[in-house]
């Protein structure tokens, strides 16, 4: 019997990510000047106020005042009208030290000893619903807000628009847990106050309909293009008005949307945040060698579908759990658990081998803290860096001495084991 499979996401303006983009441009700055920094910021928003709290070890000095409000303004919340502004909002930090009984587990003498910096579980999933091994219902959910905000700030139509959005994609499966068609996309956008209500959602939902969704069907691919049959329920801000929103609208949260930021509700999560923490929190790093191992298991044709997960005890460097589920889509003569073995002896799963695969040490972070974590294209790119940092290189701005490096960003997202899986799968 088949089913209906619905994700969502939200956009860069929305509260919740909001606090998640001030929490990494935070901890940007902290690794752009010392890439040893240890960080676990967390951020509250809401109307006129930014609170910032967590704990810091580093040797870097940061503005954070400065940081966070460079992020506000490029989100686009830049008018007093919208009752959060980078200009305006007040801004309190409450940072301090990290504990030094966490430090000790996470910081030995010996690099590769590096424990993890907290106990919990993690998974990556991948199937081949999408060309980027994504889900397409969180995939869909993704672009649709990320095309939203590009409208937006083109500023050419849809003039209206202001940073706040949600979508939501509904997908229905058939009895072979195959996708048949969207069955239902909603939209809720924020918006100028322009016209009389009824107008105002006339004109959003004709603009949905006539200028974002032919703007979607160009970016993805013609497979998935199928699945948009005449009969999709299309909803535009439902409950009408969506004049208020933002931090103004509702109080944002650091961590508050790890759904969005990982499958949709596809596969399983670990529970544990992302956003404002350093590379020695498995929470984040693990969770991103875990999509990477998931993603080339996939690719390299191991099954169509997995979800793979890792166990860690704090202080501890070697996962004390890890296993392999196929959904009964493998495509080789073994078993989940045998996979799983295999898996084991081709990845190094230590916290200390993991952030030196993915260079996690590096600032990367304030891409990944909107439109999800993962499914993203990995790119490289010079950012400006400290002295301390490895693989620098000195340029003239301003006549002044700059250090820079080449860094890569979403490295989770490469396709780079596939040769070696096949090899060890005989595929």
Request: proline share 4%; net charge negative; aromatic share 8%.
């Given at each position: 019997?088949?089913?209906?499979?619905t994700?969502?996401?939200?956009?860069?303006?929305h509260?919740?990510?909001v606090?998640?983009?001030?929490?990494?441009?935070?901890l940007?700055?902290?690794?752009?000047?010392?890439?040893?920094?240890?960080v676990?910021?967390?951020?509250?928003?809401?109307?006129?106020?930014?609170?910032?709290?967590?704990?810091?070890?580093?040797?870097?000095?940061?503005?954070?005042?400065?940081?966070?409000?460079?992020?506000?303004?490029?989100?686009?919340?830049?008018k007093?009208?919208?009752?959060?502004?980078?200009?305006s909002?007040?801004?309190?930090?409450a940072?301090?030290?990290?504990?030094?009984?966490?430090?000790?587990?996470?910081?030995?003498?010996?690099?590769?000893?590096?424990?993890?910096?907290?106990?919990?579980?993690?998974?990556?999933y991948?199937?081949?619903?999408m060309?980027n091994?994504?889900?397409?219902?969180?995939?869909?959910a993704?672009?649709l807000?990320?095309?939203?905000?590009a409208?937006?700030?083109?500023?050419?139509?849809?003039?209206?628009?202001?940073?706040?959005?949600?979508?939501q994609?509904?997908?229905?499966?058939?009895?072979?847990?195959?996708?048949?068609?969207?069955?239902?996309?909603v939209?809720?956008?924020?918006?100028?106050?322009f016209?009389?209500?009824?107008e105002?959602?006339?004109?959003?939902?004709?603009?949905?309909?006539?200028?974002?969704i032919?703007?979607?069907?160009?970016?993805?691919?013609?497979?998935?293009?199928?699945?948009?049959?005449?009969?999709?329920?299309?909803l535009?801000?439902?409950?009408?008005?969506?004049?208020?929103g933002?931090?103004?609208?509702d109080s944002?949260?650091?961590?508050?949307?790890?759904?969005?930021d990982?499958?949709?509700?596809?596969?399983?999560?670990?529970?544990?945040?992302?956003s404002?923490?350093?590379?020695s929190?498995?929470?984040?790093?693990?969770?991103y060698?875990?999509?990477?191992?998931?993603?080339?298991?996939?690719?390299?044709?191991?099954?169509?579908?997995?979800?793979?997960?890792?166990?860690?005890?704090?202080?501890?460097?070697?996962?004390?759990g890890?296993?392999?589920?196929?959904?009964?889509?493998?495509?080789?003569?073994l078993?989940?658990?045998?996979?799983?073995?295999a898996?084991?002896e081709?990845?190094?799963?230590r916290?200390f081998?993991?952030v030196?695969?993915?260079?996690?040490?590096?600032?990367?972070?304030v891409?990944?803290?909107?439109?999800?974590?993962?499914?993203?294209?990995?790119?490289?790119?010079?950012?400006?860096?400290?002295?301390?940092?490895?693989?620098?290189?000195?340029?003239?701005?301003?006549?002044?001495?700059?250090?820079?490096?080449?860094?890569?960003?979403?490295?989770?997202e490469?396709?780079?084991?596939v040769?070696?899986?096949?090899?060890?799968f005989?595929?």
């Amino acid at each position: 019997m088949g089913f209906l499979f619905t994700s969502e996401s939200v956009s860069e303006g929305h509260p919740d990510k909001v606090a998640d983009q001030i929490s990494d441009a935070l901890l940007d700055e902290f690794l752009r000047q010392d890439p040893k920094s240890k960080v676990a910021c967390e951020t509250m928003v809401t109307t006129g106020l930014v609170v910032m709290a967590g704990e810091v070890t580093t040797e870097a000095w940061v503005d954070q005042q400065e940081a966070a409000r460079k992020i506000i303004e490029q989100i686009g919340y830049t008018k007093p009208e919208y009752r959060f502004d980078h200009n305006s909002c007040g801004i309190v930090s409450a940072i301090h030290g990290q504990s030094p009984d966490i430090h000790q587990g996470v910081v030995r003498q010996i690099d590769e000893e590096q424990g993890a910096g907290d106990q919990g579980m993690m998974f990556g999933y991948a199937s081949n619903e999408m060309d980027n091994f994504m889900p397409m219902s969180v995939e869909l959910a993704h672009i649709l807000v990320q095309e939203l905000a590009a409208i937006r700030k083109e500023g050419k139509v849809m003039t209206y628009l202001r940073p706040d959005s949600k979508s939501q994609v509904t997908i229905e499966y058939d009895d072979n847990k195959m996708a048949s068609r969207i069955d239902t996309i909603v939209i809720s956008t924020q918006h100028d106050d322009f016209a009389g209500d009824d107008e105002m959602l006339r004109t959003i939902e004709n603009d949905v309909r006539n200028i974002l969704i032919p703007r979607v069907m160009e970016i993805i691919p013609a497979r998935v293009r199928a699945f948009f049959k005449n009969d999709f329920k299309l909803l535009v801000n439902p409950t009408g008005k969506f004049v208020i929103g933002g931090p103004h609208g509702d109080s944002g949260l650091t961590g508050r949307k790890i759904i969005v930021d990982t499958y949709g509700g596809h596969g399983a999560h670990g529970g544990g945040a992302f956003s404002g923490k350093d590379p020695s929190k498995v929470d984040r790093s693990a969770a991103y060698a875990m999509r990477h191992i998931a993603k080339n298991l996939v690719a390299a044709g191991v099954a169509d579908q997995i979800l793979v997960q890792v166990a860690y005890a704090i202080g501890v460097a070697r996962p004390v759990g890890f296993n392999v589920n196929t959904y009964g889509t493998a495509k080789v003569d073994l078993s989940d658990g045998q996979i799983a073995d295999a898996v084991n002896e081709l990845f190094d799963m230590r916290p200390f081998a993991i952030v030196r695969d993915y260079g996690l040490c590096n600032p990367i972070y304030v891409p990944t803290a909107a439109y999800g974590h993962f499914g993203r294209d990995s790119y490289e790119q010079e950012v400006e860096v400290s002295s301390r940092h490895q693989g620098t290189y000195i340029k003239k701005v301003n006549g002044e001495d700059k250090y820079f490096k080449t860094v890569r960003f979403f490295a989770w997202e490469q396709l780079n084991r596939v040769d070696d899986i096949r090899k060890r799968f005989g595929l």
